[in-house]
Nanobody
Framework: QVQLVESGGGSVQAGGSLRLSCAASGSTFSTNVMGWYRQAPGKQRELVARIFSSGNAIYADSVKGRFTISRDNAKNQLYLQMNILKPEDTAVYYC???????????WGQGTQVTVSS
């Protein structure tokens, strides 16, 4: 069982920045594929960014150059630095873990990010 707890959401004006954090427990964090997803009202949940155990990362086209995903394996923490925020970034952001070899996924409870114009 993996527990994921997000923090760092809030309200910000367009052009501002926020940093999301996800504290993970219950598994070997360093080997998990970790990711951030988001879901806006009336829309499907979508991948924002994913980081592999190697440290390599992939991003949705909509956030490339503005968001940075990172992980601290010593602290079992996942981060998402969000810069130059836009109103269309408004959503609930979820932390996701995919367990190595099994493919089993776990989700956090989500944190709200609201960007006003």
């Amino acid at each position: 069982q993996v527990q994921l707890v997000e923090s760092g959401g809030g309200s910000v004006q367009a052009g501002g920045s926020l940093r999301l954090s996800c504290a993970a427990s219950g598994s070997t964090f360093s080997t998990n594929v970790m990711g951030w997803y988001r879901q806006a009202p009336g829309k499907q949940r979508e991948l924002v960014a994913r980081i592999f155990s190697s440290g390599n990362a992939i991003y949705a086209d909509s956030v490339k150059g503005r968001f940075t995903i990172s992980r601290d394996n010593a602290k079992n923490q996942l981060y998402l630095q969000m810069n130059i925020l836009k109103p269309e970034d408004t959503a609930v952001y979820y932390c996701n873990a995919v367990i190595q070899y099994t493919g089993v996924q776990y989700w956090g409870q989500g944190t709200q990010v609201t960007v006003s114009s």
